[in-house]
T-cell receptor, first 115, second 115 residues
């Protein structure tokens, strides 16, 4: 248990559906992240939030919409996804988002399948 | 730009033996950090060990040690006395002060421990 909880663990959705992924951290951290892990590809950073403000958007398509209402919660809203968006979506948090020595704490991920 | 390379897609090791997982990196930043994460089949990324670029000694954490060779830009993970529970994917990652905490991950190595 790393203190980062993601729901749901598994999600199957059609291309016309709208769904949301939820992440909650109980560590008192100031930064939260969304990563995408596709088969046979390195983890890709999608979004970074620091103190509830987005600090990084790594050229992610607009069909992915993040929301960070407070420093403990992070959402990823999904709409009109494509089959190639099927992947494991990992949420992470860290004490801060600056510097190169901050350890990330990850959740168990949401395995998303888009039909 | 930062780059992490893990050249071993899969490795076998006999239980109780030591194993080395390779990681090379490329960066122009003078200050950076190197991380190793373990990802079991449950999906969660578990932090194992961290090495700062200015650290004089190789990092150690229990059965994990990091063989840091700065001139060769390598940061290999050594696991001693392998256990069946060590079977997982292992990811090398890099962060730098110039990149904030936007970790760059390698493609991973799947380690399988044989009884």
């Amino acid at each position: 248990e790393t203190g980062v909880t993601q729901t749901p663990r598994h999600l199957v959705m059609g291309m016309t559906n709208k769904k949301s992924l939820k992440c909650e951290q109980h560590l008192g951290h100031n930064a939260m992240y969304w990563y995408k892990q596709s088969a046979k590809k390195p983890l890709e950073l999608m979004f970074v939030y620091s103190l509830e403000e987005r600090v990084e958007n790594n050229s992610v398509p607009s069909r992915f919409s993040p929301e960070c209402p407070n420093s403990s919660h992070l959402f990823l809203h999904l709409h009109t996804l494509q089959p190639e968006d099927s992947a494991l979506y990992l949420c992470a948090s860290s004490q801060d988002s600056s510097g190169g020595s901050e350890k990330l704490f990850f959740g168990s991920g949401t395995q998303l399948s888009v039909l | 730009a930062q780059k992490i390379t893990q050249t071993q897609p899969g490795m076998f090791v006999q239980e109780k033996e030591a194993v080395t997982l390779d990681c090379t990196y490329d960066t122009s930043d003078p200050s950076y950090g190197l991380f190793w994460y373990k990802q079991p089949s449950s999906g969660e990324m578990i932090f194992l060990i961290y090495q700062g670029s200015y650290d004089q000694q190789n990092a150690t954490e229990g059965r994990y040690s990091l063989n840091f060779q700065k001139a060769r830009k390598s940061a290999n993970l050594v696991i001693s006395a392998s256990q069946l529970g060590d079977s997982a994917m292992y990811f090398c990652a890099m962060g730098s002060n110039n990149a904030g905490n936007m970790l760059t991950f390698g493609g991973g190595t799947r380690l399988m421990v044989k009884p």
